[in-house]
């Protein structure tokens, strides 16, 4: 048997905040994660794409530095500094030598706390929002997936386009954006990890600096995530040679105790590359798609399994009838052992390659504390996969795969349905 994996993972206190670190002096490299709850969660009605256009302008600019010498001076410096909003969390983080460490913290400090918002970078980043908001529309599955969404979560922020649409994204004021980031960006509620070549007491000394300068308290909690709403089949009419299907129906969230059963599951049936069931029967067999899958979609402290397939207007009706028959027939009979087997040796093997850079690690890290899970749970999770049984597998597909719970979106010219 191969040796358990180990990740030595240690937990900076400082300041009123705890990050997950794992030092390596192996490359002069650092990277620092953190993470607040919100994102676009916090977007008022009708003023969807707050966040995302709100993250994007933190670094167009920050006190005396208007964006090209933001820019530049994180050129100079080779610095990566990036903020995002998810749609219930906002992220933010730098990659960097250890040697440009203090000016990666001053200006990530300085777009936390003093962003300029220009105007100019406002409505540019907003033109060019807009003009990605509209390319989506323009296919089958962006059609498709917005649609879904909508119906499945009609009267929560889950069910909003978090990047906006054209319309709410004109709409945005600069007020708007100075409000969104007034309650995102605060002093608690972070979520923090770091990797590389950092010592603890210089990550907590960094810590304090770093965030000193925001107001004090945690932004709101985004509200839970509902029962899914099922809506059966619904076509949505584009002239398209291909049509693009969304489906699924309520899943399981993150922090659900058998969520790596679920793992090996859908590894099994629809997230295994050529090996999963879905593309065996509806690509391999039948030749009706260049690809399908499926996977659970956590958010807001649950989860929905959601997959998606395309194919020619007259088989997409085909397609969805294979995976509907599969989908019962995994619910009904569970994996084999073989099959079980597999997924468990890739699962294993494959862990290791998340590690393989220090941004990789820290993303890590910021999902584990996101999930809740213990510190050492890396350091287990070889040994609870291998102890996941055939029964234990098919257990978890009965719960999980729900056939007669099916909604299903379809954007195109479809035939047959």
Same mark, same amino acid.
């Given at each position: 048997?191969s040796?358990?994996?180990?990740?030595?993972?240690?937990?900076?206190?400082?300041?009123?905040?705890?990050?997950?670190?794992v030092e390596?002096?192996?490359?002069?490299?650092?990277?620092?994660?953190w993470?607040?709850?919100? +994102?676009?969660a916090?977007?008022?009605?009708?003023?969807?794409?707050?966040?995302?256009?709100?993250?994007?302008?933190?670094?167009e600019?920050?006190?005396d530095?208007p964006?090209?010498?933001?820019?530049?001076?994180?050129r100079?410096?080779?610095?990566?500094?990036?903020?995002?909003a998810?749609r219930?969390?906002?992220?933010?983080?730098?990659?960097?030598?250890?040697?440009?460490?203090?000016?990666?913290?001053?200006?990530?400090?300085?777009?936390?706390?003093?962003?300029?918002?220009?105007?100019?970078?406002?409505?540019?980043?907003r033109?060019?929002?807009?003009?990605?908001?509209?390319?989506?529309?323009?296919?089958?599955?962006g059609q498709?997936?917005?649609?879904?969404?909508?119906?499945?979560?009609?009267?929560h922020?889950?069910?909003?386009?978090?990047?906006?649409t054209?319309?709410?994204?004109?709409a945005?004021?600069?007020?708007?954006l100075r409000?969104?980031?007034?309650?995102q960006?605060?002093?608690?509620?972070?979520?923090?990890?770091?990797?590389?070549?950092?010592r603890?007491?210089?990550?907590?000394?960094l810590?304090?600096?770093?965030f000193? +300068?925001?107001?004090?308290?945690?932004?709101?909690?985004?509200?839970?995530?509902?029962?899914?709403?099922?809506?059966?089949?619904?076509?949505?009419?584009?002239?398209?040679p291909?049509?693009q299907?969304?489906?699924?129906?309520?899943?399981?969230?993150?922090?659900d105790?058998?969520?790596e059963?679920?793992?090996?599951?859908l590894?099994?049936?629809g997230?295994?590359?050529?090996?999963?069931?879905?593309?065996?029967?509806?690509?391999?067999?039948?030749?009706?798609?260049?690809?399908?899958?499926?996977?659970l979609d956590?958010?807001f402290?649950?989860?929905?399994?959601?997959?998606?397939?395309?194919?020619?207007?007259?088989?997409?009706a085909?397609?969805?009838?294979?995976?509907?028959?599969?989908?019962?027939?995994m619910?009904?009979?569970?994996?084999?052992e073989?099959?079980?087997a597999?997924?468990?040796?890739?699962?294993?093997?494959?862990?290791?390659?998340?590690?393989?850079d220090?941004?990789r690690?820290?993303?890590?890290?910021?999902?584990?504390?996101?999930?809740?899970?213990?510190?050492?749970?890396?350091?287990?999770?070889?040994?609870?996969?291998?102890?996941?049984?055939?029964?234990?597998?098919?257990?978890?597909?009965?719960r999980l795969?729900?056939?007669?719970?099916?909604?299903?979106?379809?954007?195109?010219?479809p035939?047959?349905?």
């Open positions: 048997m040796t358990p994996f180990r990740l030595p993972i240690q937990r900076v206190a400082a300041h009123g905040l705890t990050a997950w670190l390596d002096h192996s490359v002069p490299v650092v990277s620092l994660s993470s607040w709850p919100g +994102g676009a916090f977007d008022a009605p009708g003023r969807e794409g707050t966040a995302s256009l709100a993250a994007a302008l933190l670094t600019g920050a006190g530095l964006a090209a010498a933001f820019t530049d001076a994180l100079d410096a080779g610095i990566g500094l990036s903020f995002s998810g219930d969390d906002m992220d933010g983080g730098f990659r960097c030598l250890i040697d440009a460490l203090p000016e990666a913290e001053r200006l990530a400090r300085l777009a936390m706390t003093a962003p300029r918002l220009d105007q100019a970078a406002i409505e540019r980043l033109a060019r929002a807009i003009a990605g908001a509209r390319q989506s529309l323009e296919t089958p599955r498709a997936g917005r649609a879904f969404w909508a119906a499945a979560f009609p009267s922020p889950a069910g909003r386009p978090s990047g906006g054209a319309e709410s994204l004109a945005i004021t600069p007020d708007d409000g969104q980031l007034g309650q960006l605060r002093r608690e509620g972070l979520t923090i990890a770091a990797a590389g070549a950092i603890p007491d210089d990550l907590a000394a810590l304090g600096r770093l000193a +300068g925001l107001p004090a308290g945690a932004p709101a909690t985004p509200p839970s995530l509902p029962g899914f709403t099922s809506f059966g089949q619904r076509v949505i009419g584009m002239d398209s291909q049509s299907a969304i489906f699924g129906h309520e899943g399981i969230g993150a922090r105790p058998q969520f059963v679920a793992q090996i599951v590894r099994i049936f997230g295994g590359g050529f090996s999963s069931r879905l593309t065996e029967s509806v690509r391999v067999k039948r030749g009706l798609t260049y690809g399908i899958g499926v996977g956590t958010g402290g649950g989860g929905v399994l959601a997959g998606s397939v395309a194919s020619d207007n007259g088989k997409i085909e397609a969805l009838a294979v995976t509907r028959d599969e989908w019962a027939r619910a009904a009979d569970g994996p084999t073989a099959e079980t597999e997924a468990v040796a890739f699962l294993t093997g494959s862990l290791a390659l998340q590690f393989t220090s941004r690690i820290a993303n890590t890290l910021m999902a584990m504390q996101r999930n809740e899970r213990p510190i050492d749970w890396l350091d287990g999770r070889s040994e609870r996969l291998r102890a996941v049984s055939r029964d234990d597998a098919a257990r978890m597909a009965r795969l729900k056939p007669g719970a099916l909604s299903v979106v379809v954007a195109g010219r035939v047959g349905l």
